[in-house]
């Protein structure tokens, strides 16, 4: 669902998490331009460094700043609160999709990468977003295929947490 922005007199509101970024067209194109299938569960045959490349960002596009001033009703307290929240709940959840991968536990990993994948749509990290949706498509790949994805989505996230640390100081 997209989100209207149309400037009224009224108050705006926060939008709700079915509101969240929606990942990209793009996150489902193999590298190439060869478009992968919606319901495939096979992951790009990559290496680790095109997966990175692939991910590669810039800093317009490693947050959507716009996205969470607008969540947070551009309030710079409740802004500091819900960074502090992601980043917190991140770190676990990124902590326990590295466990899956040793584990080979397709349900728990696609769970975990569901859950960051929606934080990270609502915060506005639309680069993470989309590595997290296709590492959910990817629950049932070989333990080297999600130790690459998990590198991209670490690489992505420290860019994510580094950019968010700068905006608090």
């Known amino acids: 669902m997209a989100l209207n922005h149309q400037k009224s007199s009224?108050?705006?509101t926060s939008p709700t998490v079915d509101e969240g970024y929606k990942p990209s067209d793009n996150s489902a194109k193999k590298k190439k331009g060869k478009s992968k299938s919606a319901s495939s569960k096979k992951a790009?045959?990559?290496d680790h460094d095109d997966m990175i490349n692939?991910?590669?960002t810039t800093d317009s596009n490693v947050m959507d700043w716009d996205r969470l001033e607008l969540f947070t009703d551009g309030d710079p307290e409740e802004e500091k609160m819900l960074i502090n929240l992601f980043v917190t709940n991140a770190d676990e959840t990124i902590e326990l999709i590295k466990q899956q991968i040793d584990t080979g536990n397709s349900e728990e990993w696609e769970n975990a990468t569901h859950r960051l994948k929606?934080?990270?749509?609502?915060?506005?990290a639309k680069n993470l977003a989309d590595i997290c949706s296709k590492a959910e498509e990817s629950s049932t790949e070989?333990?080297?295929?999600?130790?690459l994805l998990f590198r991209s989505i670490q690489a992505s996230y420290n860019e994510i947490r580094d950019a968010l640390h700068k905006r608090l100081s």
């Open 142 to 147: 070989s333990k080297e295929a999600k130790q």
């Open 44 to 46: 790009p045959d990559m």
């Open 10 to 12: 009224a108050k705006k």
């Open 54 to 56: 692939d991910y590669k």
């Open 118 to 124: 929606g934080s990270a749509a609502n915060l506005g």
